[in-house]
């Protein structure tokens, strides 16, 4: 599919984290086990089945707003994401992550050609700072969002406005490129009236979700987003 504007007309670049410029191998799964099991909820259970088969359903939501809608109440929610948060951040610390190959180098290509880039995030803070600990990215990207920082979390726009707001790095919602690899990536974009909103198949959803939740693009990675906004 192609976009109404021309891609390379892109200022700022708003980019996922896990599953777009980060490989986490499966660590969201993991820690949530260890939620569910904070919770009550035993491993092969019936009820633990539907609960995971949600949590993959909801890849790139904010995870406060999938434990509100799992556990129902907010204090079992508040409890389910604190040990999520705790659980993922130990397994960063223990070296289970790194960039997606050509993850590091597209973001210096967009900054070497002038346009801002954004990192936001579905998880907490104090997750996403680990996350940048972990891979030295604190002074990669001009900014980085989570949820807590915009109000709302995907599928809402707010992450991608207020990079837009927070950077004032264009005029033109229309000169906003986002990439990600869940359908909530893609339907943040287009609410937010991204140009070029992008799919790639390095994470949690396929070419055909991505699709029909609006990509404009369906990529094999990030790595090869500076050539469809002509940063060479």
Same mark, same amino acid.
């Given at each position: ?134 891979? /030295?990215? %604190? !002074?990669? +990207?001009? &900014? *980085?969002?989570?949820? $807590?920082?915009?109000?709302? =979390? ?48 390095? /994470?949690? %959803? !396929?070419? +055909?979700? &991505? *699709?029909?939740?609006? $990509?404009?693009?369906?990529? =094999? ?12």
């Amino acid at each position: 599919m192609t976009s109404a504007h021309t891609p390379h007309a892109a200022e700022l670049v708003v980019l996922d984290m896990a599953g777009t410029t980060v490989a986490d191998d499966g660590l969201v799964e993991r820690a949530f086990d260890a939620a569910a099991r904070h919770l009550g909820v035993v491993p092969g259970s019936d009820e633990h089945t539907a609960m995971l088969d949600h949590v993959r359903a909801t890849m790139g939501e904010s995870k406060i707003s999938v434990f509100r809608h799992l556990f129902g109440d907010e204090d079992a929610a508040q409890r389910a994401n604190t040990a999520f948060e705790g659980a993922y951040g130990e397994l960063v610390g223990e070296g289970l992550i790194a960039p997606v190959p050509g993850a590091r180098e597209a973001i210096e290509a967009f900054t070497a050609a002038g346009l801002t880039t954004v990192l936001t995030t579905g998880f907490a803070r104090v997750t996403q700072d680990a996350i940048l600990d972990a891979l /030295g990215w %604190h !002074d990669l +990207a001009a &900014l *980085t969002l989570c949820p $807590a920082d915009a109000g709302r =979390g995907r599928p809402y726009p707010d992450m991608v406005l207020t990079a837009l707001l927070r950077t004032r790095a264009t005029h033109d919602v229309a000169r906003i490129a986002v990439a990600g690899d869940t359908s909530y990536d893609m339907l943040s974009g287009r609410r937010a009236g991204a140009s070029v909103v992008a799919g790639v198949l390095t /994470g949690a %959803h !396929d070419a +055909a979700r &991505l *699709t029909e939740a609006g $990509a404009t693009h369906v990529l =094999g990675s990030v790595a090869e987003l500076p050539a469809l906004l002509g940063v060479v």
